[in-house]
Each structure stands twice: as structure tokens, then as C-alpha cells.
């Protein structure tokens, strides 16, 4: 089975990944609905896929953070782009605090993003996939959900709950013929990951982008690492013992 | 509710009876006067359109509102009162008629007219008028009630009965709930002796004989209702059964009195040896053109051994509640569901009509796997089926491929048109907005006045009514 998307809504679109899956369903002639904050680079993308004169592109500001506009805004671009067959949820944000910092406000922030935005952007998608009986739902987690993480407290507990969100929202709309896709990244090069240092295994965000699409066409509602090499770090990064895991400097 | 409703409402997927309709609608459940004024006042504010729903036993679009606010009237069930003197009852939209017949009963009363399960509400038996196996003797549901209040978009409440505000009264009454909110029914219940039927099944072999066994019957009989086996053909076209059921006295039946309470008016616990809850899944492998073929030649076959005694006593509600039996039962239809096309024919046309309609599902290859016949009686309501003449109920699973399935509706349509009919928006899914126009005609018209006069913005909508064109085609007016 591969299914071709022709309706998408991405949110967290105007960099990185979110950019690039966004790109690339326009390539492949879908039309596209690009969320997020910040109007200039989304302003710049949809002029990309313009100039590149493939599929339709609709630009909306939105802050993913103000849960309350959501709705509406899904119920308008559903409308304009005349249909839905898939919503990718890729509006990330990170912070790293350094050793014996401790910053409430930014580790919130990420679960704002990353859980809250996606639960009430997934919501909506979940609903109408289920009236209509078909439909793909992806969400960008990380290999950095597997475990709570010194390094990255607010981070690996928001991939965490996104992992979790996602795995719940799976077992309860697969049933309605609905393709619940959650993708765990490893490193991938874009303006969140910039100021990180160690960057193992990494990817390009057009690389990435090309995987998340082809596991989210292949169907199935898969849970998929990517690039794959990730499933074998992360069996082992889950087996290590707590005793031996807290004295990592991972 | 803080916030907007547009913003902040719960959503749910809402479905028809028949699973093969659904819509996604934010949806509350007011549980006071209070609340469902708010809930309509902010509404309007935020221009969403607003339906209401029950139990969901429409079968098709009539409790949906895609993208709009869906009113779900259960947290407003209570019986108000009874009056075991008089058998008036009144009670709150929710409540359904399981709650009028519990109450009723165990004081000798049943409701006049119940449908075929006991799960509706009375605000959706208000809206679609709904009728019973008895419509052709005490007429529609709409014809029991007394009183009525009904909230209007500005929050008021009007009281309405035959007397006062009468046109509202007859317009609000299969008014599909477009016409307001209602708030109260006022309900006359009727007295019984025994808590049990006679019930006398006759076999019809063919369509004419059944028309002939009402006929014949009607004067006597308190109920009527006639089964088909609609995949016979040629001289069988149109076989089946008919089940007579009358009201027994208290001399013909001294037993009888003591089913007048609710604990021995159960259903069976289970069907041939399987747990009622488990049934559907045993009928999920039959319910296709060869297993239904089987199962209806079966039944037509079967109450022979009834005939021999004649009669049998049957409680209330195991006569009442057929689609009660089996729970979940349209889960065996598999996720496309199912639609049901409900006839109806004047008498004039009716025998001719119903052949051709058997005919042609025949010939389309399309074959219900349950039809269901009745005698009907014309009632004074705006925009209720009702007539004098006769419907067939054909039960249709979703194919795969449903073109052919819409195709043949679309004909059926024609059929009912071409023949004097009318439409059951409890049922239909199908009709088109013209369709439905031609069949009401100035009845329509005046309808919609009404509407325009009470609801000028369009505040009460559904998928149904935008549909059958009774509101405007997008949300947001």
C-alpha cells in the first residue's frame, strides 16, 4: 500500500523539517496548508513552493500555543484546501539548561509546543479522520523520548508524552482506518539542533523529510526510528540499568 | 462554559443509527433551562449552528451537524410527573421511552404509540413524530401529545398545545427540531388491563395477500404489523408474515396483571442459547445477499408451529421492542452501515407502487434483508409523513461499492414521488432537497414561514435540514 497525500496540514512549518515535509507533499502536487509562527520564513517558504509551481499553498500564522485558536483555524483550512488526508505535527523547540540550572519557563514551554499544541492539533485531526474513515496523522518525536535524560530534562519528558500521545491516539483511531505515524529522529540538521555539540548519526532535514513521508505512505500506523539505525540505539539506551543511567552524562 | 464554544467545546464523532452517516460537532449537554439558554444564546453569538440529539436513533443525518454545536438533550431526562388517575405524563426531552413506560406501567398504562426500541427520546419522537405498529388505529406520537414548551433562539419559552399557539404546535411536532429547543412534553398515556398481547402471526403468501390480511383486519385489530421476505420473487413476491396484537382485559387474561410490573416485561436473556450482547457478532457471517436469503426464507418458514394454537400471550415490550433484542445489532452490518428506505404510498397507489419497488431492487440486484410493513393514517403536523396509506420499511447494508445502492434510491425516490408519497426524515438519508419539496409541497412552504419567523437566523440547523433544504447550505448563515 502506499497512500498519496493530496490535503495536508503541517504545522511548524517554517523551518526545518516541518519546511521540508512541506516541500515535498507540494512536489508531489498536494496541497498544502503551512502552520506556524513565524509569517516572514513561512511567507519564504510558500514562495519556494510557488516558484516551484507544483501543488497549492496556504499560509497561516498561527502560535501553537494558543490552543484556543486551533480549532477554528482546522475547521477554515480544511475548507480552503477542499479536503484533509493528513496532518503532520512538527513544531518543536529545545533547551538544554546547563549543569545545576534550573529554568521552570523553558522546560514548560516544550510541553506547550511539543505535547499540548500537538494534543490540540491531533485532537481535531483524529476526529475527522474517524468521521471520514481514512486519514495519516505524523508526529516528530525523537530517540531522546526513550528515556528521562540529565542533559535534556524538559526535552525527553516532552517526547515522552509525544511518543505516549501519539501511541494512545494510534490504538484508539487505527480501528477507523486512520494512520497514526509517530517518527523518532535522531540528529537532524536544523536550526533547533545548531547549538548542540554532539551530533551523532546525522541527517539532513530534506533526508529526514523524505523518510518521515515514505514510512507515513507505507501505511499501517508505524512507530518508526529514523534514520532506522536509531531502533538499535534506543533497545540499548532502554536496557541500561537506572544505577548505571543516572551516572551517564547522557 | 469559559471561553468561546467555537474554541473550546468538546468535539465527537457523531453517527446515524444506520453507521453510514457521520459528522464531527462540538457538543455539550446542558443539564438546566439555564444552561440550554446560555448554550443557544452564545450560539448565535459565535454564528454556530446548533441541532439537537438524543439518543441517535435516526437513522441517517437527522441529529448531525458537521462543524456545528450538537445539543446533546440527555442531561435533561427527568420524568416531571405522573398523574396515575389521569395516565399524564410529563417529562424532559431526554427522557426516553423506556423511562414513560417504567413509569407508566406498573400503574396500567403504555405509552399509545412507541416505536420499535425503546431508546428514543421524547424530544426525538416529538421531532420526527414518530409512529408505532398501531399508526393506522390512534395515529402518530404527535397525536398523544397535549403540551409542549418550546425555547426559542432568544432563550424565551412558549408553552404550546392544540389550543394555544395550535399551528406552532402542529409545526413544532415533526418540526425535526429546527423550530426551537424542546423543553417539556406533556404526554397522554393510555390505560391497559394486562401487562400482555394477544398475538396472532399470520403467513401472507404473497404482497396483495398481506394488503388484504390488514384490510380484513384493521377493524379489530389494536396492532398490525407485517414482516417481508424480500428476496421471493414471481408469484412469491412480497411473502410474509403478519403479526396481529391486541389489548387483553383482565378477565380474558388474570395473570395478566401481574406483568404490569416492569421486572416481567424483560427481554429474553438470550437468543437460541447465545448472550443477547454476543448475538451480533453470531450474525455478522449471515448478514450478506446469501446469508439473509437464508435467514428470511427460514422465518417465513418457521411460525407454522404457532399457527396450530392460533395465538400466544406476549408482554409489552417483547412485542414493542424487536430492535431491542439483539443490542448492537447494526454492528453486524460491518463500518459502512447500514441506510433504511422507508416508503410511503397512498392507498390509492400503495399495492401497484410497493410491487414495483420490490421489483426493482430485484432487478437492481440490491436486495433488502429485512422489510417491514405498515398501515398509516393521515395527522394534522406541518411536515410529518404521515398519510392515508402504507410504508415499507427495506433495510439496505452498504456495499463496497454504493453506487448502485444510491442509484436504486434515487429510483425508489422517483417511485414514491411518481405515486403520491411522502418522506420519513427519521429514516432518510437520500432524499434530495427538491424531492423533498415536491412531496410537501405548500406544507413546506408554510414551514418554512414559521421558521423564518421564529428563527430569522438560521440559528437551528442539521445536516438533515440543509439537506432537505429547511436551512441554509453552510454553517455560519
Given at each position: 500500500m502506499s497512500l498519496r497525500f493530496q490535503h495536508a496540514i503541517v504545522v511548524?512549518?517554517?523551518?526545518?523539517i516541518g519546511a521540508e515535509i512541506a516541500r515535498q507533499l507540494a512536489a508531489d502536487g498536494a496541497s498544502v496548508a503551512i502552520v506556524g509562527r513565524r509569517v516572514t520564513e513561512l511567507e519564504a517558504v510558500a514562495a519556494g513552493i510557488r516558484s516551484a509551481g507544483k501543488g497549492k499553498v496556504l499560509v497561516a500564522p498561527h502560535d501553537?500555543?494558543?490552543?484556543?485558536?486551533a480549532p477554528p483555524l482546522f475547521e477554515k483550512l480544511v475548507a480552503d484546501l477542499g479536503g484533509l488526508d493528513l496532518v503532520v505535527y512538527a513544531a518543536g523547540n529545545i533547551f538544554v539548561p546547563a549543569e545545576s540550572e534550573y529554568d521552570f519557563a523553558k522546560d514548560r514551554a516544550m510541553i506547550e509546543v511539543q505535547v499540548i499544541g500537538a494534543m490540540a492539533w491531533t485532537h481535531l485531526a483524529a476526529a475527522h479522520f474517524e468521521a471520514q474513515r481514512s486519514g495519516t496523522i505524523v508526529g516528530l518525536s525523537?530517540?531522546?523520548?526513550e528515556r528521562g535524560r540529565r542533559t535534556m530534562p524538559g526535552y525527553t519528558t516532552a517526547k515522552a508524552a509525544l511518543s505516549a500521545w501519539l501511541e494512545a491516539l494510534r490504538n484508539r483511531?487505527?480501528?477507523?482506518g486512520v494512520n497514526v505515524v509517530t517518527v523518532k529522529l535522531?540528529?537532524?540538521?536544523t536550526i533547533m539542533t545548531a547549538k548542540l555539540t554532539k551530533k551523532p548519526m546525522m541527517i539532513s532535514a530534506q533526508k529526514a523529510a523524505d523518510s518521515i513521508l515514505a514510512t507515513a505512505r507505507r501505511g499501517g500506523s508505524p512507530s518508526a526510528f529514523?534514520?532506522?539505525q536509531w531502533g538499535l540505539v534506543g533497545m540499548i539506551i532502554r536496557s541500561i540499568p537506572s544505577a548505571i543511567f543516572r551516572r551517564l552524562d547522557l | 462554559m469559559s471561553g468561546s464554544l467555537r474554541s473550546t467545546a468538546p468535539w465527537r464523532v457523531l453517527d446515524g443509527f444506520g453507521s453510514s452517516r457521520r459528522a464531527v460537532s462540538r457538543c455539550v449537554t446542558p443539564r438546566s433551562l439555564e444552561e440550554l439558554a446560555a448554550l443557544l444564546k452564545q450560539a448565535h453569538q459565535e454564528r454556530l449552528h446548533v441541532s439537537f440529539r438524543g439518543n441517535?436513533?435516526?437513522?441517517?443525518?437527522?441529529?448531525l451537524n458537521q462543524g456545528g454545536l450538537a445539543i446533546d438533550?440527555?442531561?435533561?431526562?427527568?420524568?416531571?410527573s405522573f398523574d396515575p388517575g389521569t395516565g399524564v405524563i410529563e417529562a424532559q426531552p431526554g427522557a426516553t421511552i423506556e423511562d414513560i413506560w417504567r413509569t407508566g406501567l406498573p400503574h396500567g398504562y403504555w405509552p399509545h404509540v412507541v416505536p420499535?426500541?425503546?431508546?428514543?427520546?421524547l424530544g426525538g419522537c416529538v421531532a420526527m413524530n414518530i409512529h408505532g405498529k398501531n399508526c393506522f388505529k390512534v395515529g402518530p406520537f404527535g397525536d398523544h401529545v397535549s403540551e409542549l414548551d418550546l425555547m426559542t433562539p432568544d432563550g424565551g419559552l412558549r408553552t404550546l398545545t392544540r389550543e394555544h399557539e395550535g399551528e406552532l404546535f402542529r409545526a413544532t411536532i415533526?418540526?425535526?427540531?429546527?423550530?426551537?429547543?424542546?423543553t417539556r412534553v406533556k404526554l397522554q398515556l393510555k390505560k391497559i388491563e394486562s401487562g400482555r398481547l394477544r398475538v396472532r402471526p399470520i403467513r401472507t403468501r404473497t404482497l396483495g395477500e398481506m394488503f388484504d390480511c390488514f384490510v380484513e383486519r384493521m377493524p379489530n385489530a389494536d396492532y398490525l404489523v407485517g414482516w417481508l421476505d424480500c428476496f421471493a420473487t414471481g408469484?412469491?413476491?412480497?411473502r410474509g408474515l403478519v403479526h396481529q396484537a391486541d389489548y387483553v382485559s383482565a378477565a380474558e387474561d388474570?395473570?395478566?396483571?401481574?406483568?404490569?410490573?416492569?421486572?416481567?416485561?424483560?427481554?429474553?436473556?438470550?437468543?437460541m442459547g447465545v448472550p443477547r450482547s454476543l448475538v451480533w457478532r453470531f450474525m455478522k457471517p449471515f448478514t450478506n445477499d446469501l446469508g439473509m436469503r437464508l435467514v428470511n426464507d427460514i422465518k417465513y418458514r418457521l411460525p407454522e408451529t404457532f399457527e396450530s394454537s392460533g395465538t400466544f400471550l406476549e408482554g409489552h415490550v417483547a412485542f414493542a421492542f424487536l430492535?431491542?433484542?439483539?443490542?448492537?445489532?447494526?454492528?453486524?452490518?460491518?463500518?459502512?452501515g447500514f441506510i433504511q428506505y422507508q416508503l410511503f404510498l397512498p392507498d390509492a397507489t400503495a399495492r401497484k407502487g410497493m410491487a414495483e419497488a420490490l421489483a426493482l431492487c430485484q432487478k437492481r440486484g440490491v436486495i433488502s434483508y429485512l422489510g417491514v410493513f405498515k398501515r398509516h393514517r393521515p395527522d394534522e403536523?406541518?411536515?410529518?409523513?404521515?398519510?392515508?396509506g402504507w410504508s415499507l420499511a427495506l433495510d439496505f447494508a452498504v456495499p463496497s461499492q454504493p453506487q448502485r445502492l444510491w442509484d436504486l434510491c434515487r429510483e425508489l425516490t422517483a417511485l414514491v414521488l411518481d405515486a403520491g408519497g411522502t418522506f420519513y426524515p427519521a429514516k432518510?438519508?437520500?432524499?434530495?432537497a427538491a424531492s423533498f419539496a415536491q412531496a410537501f409541497g405548500p406544507r413546506l412552504e408554510r414551514f418554512l414561514e414559521l421558521k423564518q419567523s421564529l428563527d430569522p437566523e438560521g440559528l437551528f440547523s442539521s445536516d438533515l435540514a440543509r439537506r432537505l433544504g429547511l436551512a441554509p447550505a453552510t454553517p455560519g448563515r
Open positions: 511548524g512549518a517554517s523551518s526545518g501553537v500555543t494558543q490552543y484556543d485558536s525523537s530517540i531522546a523520548g483511531v487505527s480501528r477507523y535522531g540528529f537532524v540538521d529514523i534514520p532506522g | 441517535g436513533r435516526s437513522y441517517g443525518d437527522a441529529s438533550n440527555r442531561g435533561m431526562a427527568r420524568v416531571l420499535g426500541t425503546m431508546h428514543p427520546t415533526a418540526g425535526l427540531g429546527l423550530l426551537g429547543a424542546v408469484a412469491a413476491l412480497g388474570p395473570q395478566g396483571v401481574s406483568h404490569l410490573d416492569p421486572a416481567r416485561q424483560g427481554l429474553p436473556p438470550s437468543v430492535l431491542d433484542y439483539v443490542p448492537n445489532w447494526r454492528n453486524a452490518y460491518g463500518d459502512a403536523y406541518l411536515l410529518s409523513h404521515g398519510l392515508d432518510d438519508q437520500i432524499v434530495d
